[in-house]
């Protein structure tokens, strides 16, 4: 691997900076290259690989979708799994389809909670695009009539009034049996294989050692969180970091196309002839 710096973009959340402790703080080695940590929201992040400022970055599958050319999927370091899906919440019960026509709050036009209700079916079109941990205190104020959350709010949104509409997770599992593609890790494709399989292998070596030395990136992840209850903290790792974090294998390779497919037949996103690896 020829010496280099290279830019790697992940959220503040804690799945990912549990996920990246290790790699960021020298606990995992790599031969003649050096990673500098950007971290923003996810929807920054997705902006970001649009505009290919990032070497590695993790997106939402939904933003993989307007990627392929330019970026090569990991198979290691990303959210996906099984009742981890996204929430439509609502100050009062009602139905996701009364809901058509409704402004409702997303936190991204990028992100794959997007790309699932649209996937849901039209009339989803008003939408107001919010930082994902400002979602829940719109709805709350009356200023959106529902929103659709992700990360954290997931566990507080109750602590609001607010109740649970649709949960487009469950929704998706039921229509496929498959697992969730949440967010990915991406490689430009122009470093080259060599550079994309050392770097995978960091990332999976990375997420081996945060599962054996829990207690040791707790300060780190604290540091960025944005619910700072150490309960919640666990919970969102328990729930967004598990075996596919580790290697997608051919389940989760198959959600990923799965909702690809799904996307590309509804015009969402451009088809695409290439691999999604690096192969």
């Known amino acids: 691997m020829n010496s280099s710096t290279l830019r790697l973009g992940y959220s503040p959340c804690p799945n990912d900076t549990f996920i990246f402790y290790a790699l960021m703080h020298g606990r995992i080695p790599l031969s003649g290259c050096s990673i500098r940590e950007e971290l923003a929201d996810v929807e920054t992040l997705n902006r970001r690989a649009l505009a290919g400022e990032l070497d590695l970055t993790k997106i939402s599958y939904h933003a993989l979708g307007h ?24 100050r009062q019960a009602t139905s996701l389809e009364r809901l058509r026509g409704g402004l409702i709050a997303i936190p991204g036009e990028l992100t794959t909670a997007n790309l699932l209700l649209q996937l849901h079916g039209a009339g989803y079109e008003r939408l107001q695009v919010l930082p994902f941990d400002k979602i829940v205190a719109a709805v709350a104020k009356g200023s959106v009539d529902a929103g659709l ?12 009034g607010l109740v649970a509409v649709e949960d487009l997770g469950a929704w998706w599992e039921e229509l496929t049996s498959l697992p969730i593609p949440l967010g990915g890790i ?11 399989t ?38 969102h790792i328990d729930l967004y970091v598990n075996h596919f974090s580790l290697d997608l294998g051919e389940e989760g390779l198959a959600a990923v196309h799965e909702l690809l497919h799904r996307a590309t037949a ?12 690096t192969l």
């Open 67 to 90: 990627l392929r050319n330019e970026y090569a999927l990991l198979r290691s370091g990303g959210a996906l799994g099984r009742g981890c899906g996204p929430l439509v919440v609502a």
């Open 149 to 160: 959350i992700i990360h954290e709010s997931r566990f507080t949104f109750a602590e609001q």
């Open 186 to 196: 991406l490689a430009r494709r122009s470093l080259g294989r060599e550079v994309i």
């Open 198 to 235: 050392e770097v995978e292998g960091a990332i999976r070596a990375s997420v081996r050692y945060a599962f054996d030395h829990r207690e040791e990136a707790r300060s780190y992840i604290r540091a960025h969180a944005q619910e700072l209850d150490d309960a919640v903290i666990q919970q």
């Open 266 to 277: 509804a015009g969402i996103i451009p088809p695409s002839s290439l691999p999604l690896g």
